[in-house]
């Protein structure tokens, strides 16, 4: 075997190993420790786009841990889907840190930036790992690493709100994470697998002799990616977490990582259970309301807010619940949108939260009211803001508007066009609470009060690099669709 | 000329202005005068190049052409005929007389080196929504012009703008989201977006009546109707001069013309006509036609007077486009030609007023005609336009939408024509006579000695500000005199072209 069929798990264990590194070179090298886990992203990307590439041409790659077999060997798989993901997460993981070099000697102490940078490298492995395992009692050891990572890159800031924010984030993931863990269970019970391939044959076959199990694992499932997704109503740990924490931080848990676990929950749906057991209880539709009720309430919460990373925080939950829509809505091009989203917004959130940090960076502001006149002050940083708001409006040209767009569709063609109105009344209250801070950065009269520092170029540049991206993804639509379309069409 | 010439045309048109905004935003580091010289040479340049493509599109040219596919079935394309052509040479040539105009006014404002580009930048997207060739393009077009327009309308900054603006800004965005829900449902009901096909929707379901609700909410906003025009009065007003000028006379015609897009090319008008929508249509343009005069009645602010006006001018338009027989839509056309001109020379005119005399409500006028005869002579022109006074262009499209009327037994919609005529003489008389015939200050309880002696004591605005407006005024004119004048032959043949596919 050469080294290229071992990329399945090289991608993950690459990051494990820049952990365990980092810390001991930052005592002595400190560039190097940085240097470290961004060859460590760029290589685990060179692997990603290899694996597309084999995928593309052979088909599905199976990897076998051990050379174990399934059912009892732990097994990854890459498919085109898992792999966009991954692209979608190890590159959006790359831009971030590049962006996080400079702002962390910012928001963090000297001594703690060496452990943060192994935290990034545990999240960034543990969430690679998740999205190619095969098995579920490997998707539970891989979502404890990747919850307690990310609590972890919270409370490194050290400071009350901080340790606050993560506790509650670490007692309700953990919640989570029991859930799933029973979960597990009541499957193995019934069927004796832990691996998705197996269960999802054997599944069909003990849903006729134990239903009640496999429908308290569905309803268990639910609860448990809902948390960590922040599915509405169970998001009440996310505004803090993602607010408090140092903003590279915040991009990463509100662009990134909530999104595995929607992803997650996905492959639980189309891989995992069997196609009867979603047409014999409705879960699909209670996916769809709690999403529906997810964007308004949302945005609604984010109207009420005045500080600008806690705004950002709640238009998460409403954003993430156009993923969850997606998933509900049961439909090849509703499931376009949804994924199509999972990019999108990853990009856009993340450039909205850089921006806030550069604010915050800056001019050490928070609060919405006033970054009046910020425009001036910082363009390039609002420019980025505005066209990152009108991307989660949905303003044409920008690629929230193509994920609206599939949603919408797929809404139609299922004859619901309730939800139509849904995504577009949560586009208008998107506007209604970016629109002011955008027009009020521009277009204040008076000059903006504080004094701006000047903004290290590299951050500046991971702005653009985010504009650019939203537009072109406006435009360009062409191969990420057609990926997505092939991929589903496997399902339906 | 070729078609690929054609293309390379309008991809210039709708592109040159975009490129050049940056090129004006950094010119101003150079200097102000070098600024000034390349917005109004690209508009001239702009207008020149869509004058061109009149041979083409007398010769009964046509072009549907795909540049690229954003998603399966949904592209950005380019379309050229009659109608885009008319709209497109309109726009194109009032912009670059407000360009022109602007010099002289904006030279006392502040923030030029945010008006110029941002004025340059909406005449492309502006062109963009009249050469669209897919509902799609034209609507990306057509939200990227209300968005930057925004910066048009608080201009100035102060509260009273940031307010209307931020109305003017929830009302685009609502409307976006309708005509994004209307074209999703066309889409979904046709599979396609593309105004190539001819018609896309052929049968009336519930669907398409949503459908095309959702238009008439999302263009008819833009185009100020009852009871979407909430934003209108307090958003045009308040932006500079020019930029009103522009507001009222061409972006509100992008809302009609959509509405002309939906009827002839999404919908037909057979399926109108029977479904009986056109009723839903024809009751909004009556109410917008009457309410907008009445209103206009009780400004007393020059500006949002016009503005009012505007919204009912507008509603001729859609009675027009309700009633659907030929002599309807030549009017509808040709209405959309007339009050560009007709508007634009009254908001410029208003605007020289406020530049020279910092006046802006009607009651302190009086006299200003003497002061300023070109400004107020080219103002009457207008005005007299406006009510429909016989050899002037206001005058022709009224009477061809009367003719339409009747030709459909509608003779209400001939009274609610001359009601609103009636009601416009009402409003603008007031401004004109005392304008002339009365002294500043004049109050009628002290007889004056010198009552009947004309005084002049000329201080009139800038020789480019008063060309400009005697050009448009000009156009009042020379388009209404008879109607075998080169926009009514268009109005007519566009009007062939939409009823009948060819002429």
């Known amino acids: 075997m050469g080294l290229s069929d071992h990329y399945p798990a090289l991608i993950v264990v690459i990051f494990f190993i820049a952990a365990f590194l980092s810390p001991l070179l930052y005592r002595w090298a400190r560039r190097v420790s940085a240097a470290l886990i961004i060859s460590a992203l760029i290589a685990a990307l060179a692997m990603v786009i290899a694996l597309m590439a084999e995928v593309q041409q052979t088909g599905v790659v199976y990897y076998h841990m051990g050379g174990w077999a399934p059912p009892w060997g732990i097994e990854f798989k890459a498919d085109s889907l898992r792999l966009y993901i991954l692209l979608v997460v190890i590159s959006v993981s790359l831009w971030i840190f590049v962006f996080a ?232 091009s509703a499931l376009v949108g949804g994924f199509y989203h999972i990019m999108v917004h990853a990009v856009t959130k993340a450039m909205l939260f850089m921006a806030a940090g550069v604010i915050i960076y800056s001019t050490g502001v928070r609060e919405i009211k006033d970054l009046a006149g910020v425009g001036r002050a910082l363009p390039i940083t609002m420019i980025a803001f505005t066209i990152g708001s009108a991307s989660m409006v949905g303003i044409p040209g920008t690629g929230g508007l193509i994920s609206k767009w599939y949603l919408a569709i797929s809404a139609l063609e299922i004859g619901r066009p309730v939800f139509v109105l849904v995504i577009l009344a ?67 | 000329m070729s078609q690929s010439t054609v293309l390379a045309i309008i991809i210039l048109i709708v592109g040159l202005p975009i490129i050049m905004t940056p090129v004006i935003m950094y010119s101003c580091r150079a200097s102000e005068k070098l600024r000034n010289i390349l917005s109004v040479a690209t508009s001239a340049v702009t207008f020149g190049l869509t004058l061109s493509l009149y041979p083409f599109v007398i010769g009964g040219g046509e072009i549907q052409y795909t540049l690229f596919e954003v998603l399966p079935n949904l592209e950005i394309s380019l379309r050229l005929d009659i109608l885009s052509f008319c709209l497109a040479v309109l726009a194109s040539f009032v912009w670059f007389l407000c360009a022109v105009y602007s010099i002289d006014y904006m030279a006392r404002e502040h923030a030029c080196g945010r008006y110029y580009p941002v004025l340059i930048f909406t005449l492309g997207s502006c062109q963009g929504i009249f050469f669209a060739g897919d509902l799609f393009s034209l609507f990306v077009f057509f939200e990227l012009m209300s968005l930057i327009a925004y910066i048009l309308i608080i201009h100035e900054e102060t509260e009273e703008a940031l307010k209307a603006g931020y109305k003017y800004l929830v009302m685009t965005i609502i409307g976006g989201l309708a005509l994004f829900f209307g074209m999703i449902i066309v889409f979904e009901l046709g599979g396609t977006v593309s105004l190539g096909v001819g018609v896309i929707i052929e049968e009336n379901s519930a669907l398409a009546f949503i459908a095309f609700i959702c238009f008439l909410i999302g263009f008819g906003m833009k185009a100020g109707m009852f009871p979407l025009h909430v934003w209108l009065p307090d958003a045009h007003p308040v932006a500079p001069s020019p930029a009103s000028a522009l507001l009222s006379g061409i972006m509100l015609k992008t809302g009609a013309y959509g509405l002309f897009r939906v009827i002839f090319y999404v919908f037909s008008p057979e399926l109108i006509q029977s479904a009986g929508w056109d009723l839903v249509l024809s009751v909004l343009a009556v109410i917008t036609i009457l309410l907008g005069s009445a209103v206009a009645l009780t400004q007393t602010d020059i500006k949002r007077r016009l503005a009012y006006s505007s919204i009912s001018q507008l509603g001729y338009v859609l009675l ?87 030709d459909a037994n509608m003779v209400i919609y001939v009274l609610v024509l001359l009601i609103s005529s009636l009601l416009n003489a009402l409003y603008y008389l007031p401004i004109i006579i005392p304008a002339f015939f009365e002294l500043p200050g004049d109050s009628s309880h002290e007889p004056h000695h010198d009552h009947h002696e004309l005084q002049f004591n000329i201080q009139d605005a800038a020789p480019a500000m ?11 004119i020379v388009f209404g005199l008879t109607p075998n004048n080169i926009v009514f032959t268009l109005s007519r043949l566009t009007a062939q072209y939409l009823l009948g596919g060819a002429f």
């Open chain 2, 320 to 406: 027009g486009l309700s009633i659907l027989n030929s002599n309807a839509v030549i009017g509808a056309v040709f209405h959309i030609f007339s009050h560009a001109f007709m508007k634009s020379v009254l908001f410029l005119a208003a605007g020289a007023i406020i530049w020279k005399t910092g006046k802006r409500l009607i009651d302190d006028m009086k006299g200003i005609g003497r002061q300023m005869p070109v400004t107020m002579g080219c103002f009457s022109i207008a005005a007299l336009a406006m009510i429909g006074i016989p050899p002037l262009n206001g005058f022709l499209s009224k009477w061809t939408l009367a003719m339409g009327a009747l």
């Open chain 1, 426 to 492: 949560s586009s208008l209250l998107n506007a209604v609470y970016y629109m002011p801070i955008v027009i009020n950065a521009f277009m204040q009269q008076e000059d903006f009060k504080k004094e701006a520092k000047p903004v290290p170029r590299i951050m500046l540049a991971c702005l653009v690099i985010g504009m650019l991206f939203i537009v072109v993804s406006g435009f360009y639509t062409t191969p990420v669709v057609t990926l997505l379309q092939e991929s589903f069409s496997a399902y339906f």
């Open chain 2, 466 to 476: 008063l060309s400009v407006m005697v050009i448009l005024a000009l156009c009042t």
């Open chain 1, 101 to 332: 070099l400079r702002d962390l000697q910012h928001e963090l102490k000297k001594r703690v930036i060496g452990w943060y940078y192994t935290l990034y490298a545990l999240l960034v492995g543990s969430m690679s790992g998740i999205v190619l395992t095969n098995d579920l009692f490997n998707l539970f050891v891989l979502m404890e690493i990747c919850a307690i990572s990310a609590c972890a890159i919270i409370s490194i800031k050290e400071d009350r709100e901080c340790l606050e924010a993560s506790f509650k984030y670490l007692i309700l993931s953990a919640m989570g994470t029991g859930c799933f863990l029973l979960g597990v269970v009541m499957l193995y019970m019934v069927t004796g697998y832990l691996n998705y391939g197996y269960l999802h044959v054997e599944l069909a076959e003990a849903f006729n002799h134990y239903p009640r199990n496999i429908f308290t694992a569905a309803a268990l499932f639910i609860v448990a990616f809902g948390t960590k997704a922040a599915l509405f109503p169970l998001h009440v740990w996310l505004p803090d977490a993602h607010a408090s924490a140092p903003s590279p931080s915040s991009a990463m848990l509100s662009g990134v990582v909530i999104k595995i676990y929607a992803f997650a929950l996905f492959l639980m749906f189309y891989e995992v259970f069997p196609r009867v057991l979603l047409d014999s209880i409705p879960l699909n539709e209670i996916i769809l309301w709690l999403a529906a009720l997810g964007t308004l309430f949302g945005s609604i919460y984010a109207m009420l807010q005045s500080d600008l990373k806690k705004m950002l925080a709640f238009s998460s939950i409403g954003q993430i619940a156009y993923i969850f829509m997606g998933i509900g809505l049961h439909h090849d």
